[in-house]
């Protein structure tokens, strides 16, 4: 079962640079999430997506894009990498029912020099 | 948004005892549902327990139980007989009954508590 899988696991951007990070579920979630972890900050909401063709913002989306072409996949876009971007990013999938819990991918970690 | 507290940054127990962990949250909401998440060194992210706000019985997996006090807005987490397995970040969360314009089925996490477990 492969669940929700994230690619790449480690990344090293100098700033300016632009990437994508990949996101794709094989459980017809409808609900798809980026979040980013930070010590001594718990998880925090960067964009969200209630459904193909549908994204919003969550708390976190400044230098962050994303878009919601099909069902499976979520990709994730640093536009111009900045120091601050450094961080692991996780993505997470569920049902759109409220009692559907989150599935995680395994992270990210980007480190932005 | 909602706010999840969790006070203990860092917890420790001993094998085969027991320890609670400690979450709070703010809300005004009557209906919601609340979430215990492991995440060990390897980084992911483990569902352990979760509570719908509008079940009065207390959710509870093997070793794992909640104590969940909805007047006080306090969902604790219990491990019974702590196994080494069990050293992990715990991130308490929280989602609303309702998906607003803000967040969707977003879960709202606490910033977590480490717990050690000595043997």
């Known amino acids: 079962n492969a669940g929700v899988t994230q690619t790449p696991k480690f990344q090293v951007l100098k700033t300016g640079q632009s990437m994508t990070l990949q996101c794709a579920q094989d459980?017809?979630?409808?609900?798809m999430s980026w979040y980013r972890q930070d010590p001594g900050m718990g998880l925090r909401l960067i964009h969200y997506?209630?459904?193909?063709?549908?994204?919003d913002q969550g708390e976190v989306p400044n230098g962050y894009n994303v878009s919601r072409s099909t069902t499976e996949d979520f990709p994730l876009r640093l536009l111009s990498a900045a120091p601050s971007q450094t961080s692991v990013y996780f993505c997470?999938?569920?049902?759109?029912?409220?009692?559907?819990?989150?599935?995680f991918g395994n992270g990210t970690r980007l480190t932005v020099t | 948004a909602q706010t999840v507290t969790q006070s203990q940054p860092e917890m420790s127990v001993q094998e085969a005892e027991t320890v609670t962990l400690s979450c709070t949250y703010d809300?005004?909401?009557?209906?919601?549902?609340l979430f215990w998440y492991k995440q060990p060194p390897s980084r992911q992210m483990i569902l352990v327990i979760r509570?719908?706000?509008?079940?009065?019985q207390n959710a509870t997996e093997n070793r794992f139980s909640v104590n969940f006090q909805k007047a006080a807005k306090s969902f604790s987490l219990k491990i019974s007989d702590s196994q080494l397995g069990d050293a992990a970040m715990y991130f308490c969360?929280?989602?609303?009954?309702?998906?607003?314009?803000?967040?969707?089925?977003?879960?709202?996490f606490g910033k977590g508590t480490s717990l050690l477990v000595t043997p």
């Open positions: 509570q719908e706000a509008y079940k009065q």
């Open positions: 459980m017809n979630h409808e609900y």
């Open positions: 997506s209630v459904g193909a063709g549908i994204t």
């Open positions: 997470a999938s569920s049902y759109g029912r409220n009692n559907s819990p989150l599935h």
């Open positions: 969360a929280y989602r609303s009954s309702i998906g607003d314009s803000n967040s969707g089925y977003a879960l709202n």
């Open positions: 809300t005004s909401e009557s209906d919601y549902y």
